[in-house]
């Protein structure tokens, strides 16, 4: 029996691999998400057969509980909801490892009563990071979900933060080292002492972080999850729970590598720089300032007459688009300007929206073609040759002072180069700064057109124009 799970282990470990493999190219990620999901299946079915499972009826209760509140969620969340539902996803996943090791520990108690269990160092080791690292998840994943809904804002208290995990930190090293020199099982009152320290070093390391970096720290939490995992594996032994939790902790680290790469910033300054709003020290009276009189309105009808002749035309989605689901009249418009023999192409950068990939699957629900979708190195020689770049909801990843002002927090930053374009159209509800917090000097630039308002309002309102034309 020992043999076949291990063997249903390797067979989901490879399911996995090609999951993930799949999950590179819009082209065959529904594929891999498939290969991921029958892995699951497997992984899970080999680990009810093993020998520790003694009563199935809790785990059929919560399969159902489990399964039910998942459907739902597929169903209800929205696509703008996504990334809260990606950082509450990584808490729970944290969440159920320091369960899981907290469980075993009070089981090795009785084991040992009864001199069926001896702890190792290993063990020990293999107990305590799986309560720290899923303590630090649970709680970090749950700030970073307010902080994307807007219910937490940026800390002005940053150093305040940075004491108390330096105070979290030296405290649980010295519980850790007490912990794994005597006899760790009867340390009760330690152990609920540092899940106590590991869910306030949680809120502490996340809250200081601005909200401009929340998608990288979702990427990172979603790291500490798989290797809570990997380490509640080594605690309970299971093979297929440090394959896949090492998996999901090697993912993470490599995309949040990839993210910091696109904005130009290090891990360590996103997590100890502070939010880059208040490093720029703008205040809403200035944004308002850097605007006043200068950006040029403009309404649908212009902007129909103007797409009316263009030859090439790129869209900028960003954040804005989400919120207004404005992804089927973006394509209804495309395929207009197609109709008449306009070259469409849609400029993704890799951190617009709120998650990797974001903007992606939202074009993709709206069955935009995959070879339309131009990443931002293979776009961006393109848009001097750009009759028109409509910008919807961008903000922060088409700004050019990450190009040019050294003194700017996003300087450095790959942007778009919309700004080359021979002209701009603006589609956004407001003047408000994006996740950075500093005003963009591309709004009020001679070749940009401001439309303000809801970006499916707006399109909606260009496609009946363009009609009449």
């Known amino acids: 029996m020992e043999t076949l799970i291990n063997f249903g282990y390797l067979i989901a470990a490879v399911l996995f691999i090609f999951g993930i493999k799949g999950m590179t190219t819009p082209k065959t990620a529904v594929r891999g998400n498939q290969m991921s999901a029958i892995g699951m299946l497997v992984a899970i079915v080999a680990a009810l057969l093993d020998y520790n499972v003694v009563d199935f009826t809790w785990i059929i209760v919560g399969v159902l ?8 969620m597929a169903k209800k969340v929205p696509m703008t909801d996504m990334p809260e539902m990606v950082a509450a996803l990584n808490g729970i996943g944290g969440g159920a490892s320091l369960l899981v090791a907290s469980a075993n520990y009070l089981e090795s108690q009785k084991l040992a009563e009864m001199g069926k269990f001896v702890p190792t160092y290993d063990w020990s080791i293999a107990v305590i990071l799986s ?4 303590a630090v998840t649970l709680t970090g994943s749950f700030i970073a979900v307010g902080k994307l809904k807007g219910k937490i804002g940026d800390s002005n208290k940053v150093m305040l933060f940075k004491t108390i995990v330096k105070i979290v930190l030296l405290t649980l090293i010295a519980g850790t080292v007490y912990f794994a020199m005597n006899n760790p099982l009867e340390q ?19 809250m200081p972080i601005g909200g401009a970096d929340m998608p990288v720290v979702v990427s990172l939490l979603n790291s500490y999850s798989g290797l809570a995992g990997a380490a509640a594996g080594f605690v309970l032994g299971n093979n297929g729970l440090i394959i896949t939790g090492s998996l999901v902790g090697a993912s993470g680290i490599i995309l949040t590598s990839i993210m910091c790469k696109a904005m130009n910033r ?37 902007v129909a007459m103007l797409l009316d002749g263009a030859q090439k035309v790129v869209f900028v989605p960003g954040y804005g688009l989400a919120v207004a689901q404005a992804q089927h009249a973006t394509r209804e418009l495309a395929s207009m300007l197609e109709a008449r023999g306009c070259d469409v192409k849609y400029a993704i950068h890799p951190v617009a929206g709120r998650m990797p990939g974001h903007m992606n699957v939202l074009l993709a629900e ?18 001097s040759q750009t009759d028109v770049a409509i910008v919807l909801g961008a903000n922060d990843v088409v700004n050019p002072a990450a190009a040019k002002d050294p003194a700017s927090p996003i300087f450095g930053m790959p942007i778009l180069d919309v700004h080359n374009a021979k002209t701009v ?16 000097e591309l709004f009020i630039r001679d070749n940009s057109l401001m439309v303000p308002g809801d970006a499916k309002k707006v399109l909606q309102e260009m496609i009946g124009a363009l009609k009449d034309l």
């Open 65 to 72: 509980i489990g399964g039910t509140i998942g459907a739902i």
């Open 131 to 134: 309560i720290l690292i899923g």
């Open 188 to 206: 009760d009152y330690l152990v609920l002492g540092m899940v106590a320290l590991c869910l306030v070093l949680g809120i502490c390391l996340v």
């Open 266 to 302: 290090s891990l360590t300054n996103v997590l100890f720089g502070g939010s880059m709003a208040a490093s720029a020290g703008v205040s809403k009276s200035e944004n308002d300032a850097f605007y006043e009189g200068k950006v040029k309105y403009s309404s649908s009808d212009e």
């Open 366 to 383: 709206a069955e935009v073609p995959y070879d339309q979708l131009v990443e931002m190195d293979t776009i961006n020689p393109e848009f």
């Open 425 to 440: 159209v603006v589609v956004k509800r407001g003047l408000s700064p994006g996740f950075a917090g500093i005003p963009n």
